[in-house]
């Protein structure tokens, strides 16, 4: 079997949906016995930053619909770069997160398109 390059599995990574990418870690959790949460010892001090500068990361939740859901579905397809079928279901989990760990200036852009196509959205 040929050796498997770093941009090999980031390519195969970016075609995954965020349910086969769940499934992924899981695996790899179990196959090597480790854990992908951060200790909570380590995010302690992050949290003491955040409340100086603000927050460097957020996410962007899908709180409902007030418009257009054929908009909102479109919307979040361009967003996030997923199928069409993947990003109905996600529009159907509301609440749910469209992106997480993004900029707070990223999220403001999102928000503003996302609320346009009709979406009830809040930044945390």
Known sequence: MAKLLKEDIIAALKEMTVMELNELVKAVEDEFGV???IPVGVAAPAAEEEEDTGPAEVSLILK???GS???VIKAVQAITGLGLMDAK???DGAPVAIKE???PVEAEE???SLEAAGAELEIK
Do not use: T
């Open 101 to 103: 760990n993004i900029s």
């Open 110 to 112: 999102h928000k503003k």
């Open 69 to 71: 859901k054929v908009q």
């Open 89 to 91: 279901k996600l529009v």
């Open 35 to 37: 854990s992908a949460a």
């Open 64 to 66: 409902g619909i007030s």
